[in-house]
């Protein structure tokens, strides 16, 4: 299932999340190359999370913790990029719109950062380096599915099909595949492939579950649930 809008229009200019995407095309452009291989390869070599370093298990060639925070700028591929851009697209401006600015950028972060722990967690000695934003947007998901379960999502079924599902389904459906996944990929041998790092978008979903309440705005969520348009006064009072 491939979202690409939702019915949720936002009280506020999210300029976070344009910021966000233009950081992550930006990175992809003109740190990695836009996919050169030689670029591709230093870039996540040198700015991607690697547990084993990051735990000591293994000699650090470069960054270790602050890899965390480097890491969710960098992707794998085009499709890495596209699809966690789309997904930041959808998504991303009804959290920022629920919580001002400031705070989003401080919950992305987190969120990104919990998630590459719970994959560091779970795979304390694999030499592998992780990237991507998808821990973050993972996060921004779980506080999705919290504030705006039943909003509609128009949603895009390879090849022909287009619905609108609500968000409980769309978001739902999307964690338990990474549930299911995750648990195959657990075993004496976990991350020592490459691949997709199931257990950080996990760790990001339940981060972004578990916090989405503490940095919510009530103001801002209560009039976009009762659609209920806020003055310029109130706008600017909280957008920050």
Known sequence: MIPFKDENPTEIVTYVTYLFLAINIGV????????????????????????CQITGECPPRGLTWEALFTSMFMHGSWEHLLGNMLFLWVFGNNIEDSMGHLRFIVFYLVCGVAAA?????????????????????????????????????????????????????????????QLMMGVVTLGPEAGEQGGVAFWAHIGG???????????????????????????????????W
């Open 117 to 177: 722990l719970a994959h560091v967690y779970l795979a304390p000695a694999s030499p592998i380096p992780t990237v991507g934003a998808s821990g973050a947007i993972s996060g921004i998901m779980g506080a999705y599915i919290v504030l705006y379960p039943t909003v509609r999502v128009r949603t895009f079924f390879p090849p022909f099909f287009f619905f609108n599902l609500r968000a409980f389904i769309v978001l739902g459906y999307w964690f338990l595949i």
């Open 205 to 239: 979903f339940v981060a972004g579950l578990v916090l989405i309440k503490p940095f919510e705005k009530t103001a801002l969520v209560s009039a976009k649930r009762n659609k209920v348009k806020l003055s310029r006064e109130e706008v600017a009072r909280l957008e």
């Open 28 to 51: 992809w452009i003109l740190v990695q190359g836009a996919g050169d291989m030689e670029a591709l390869q230093a870039s996540v070599t040198s700015y991607g999370a690697i547990p």
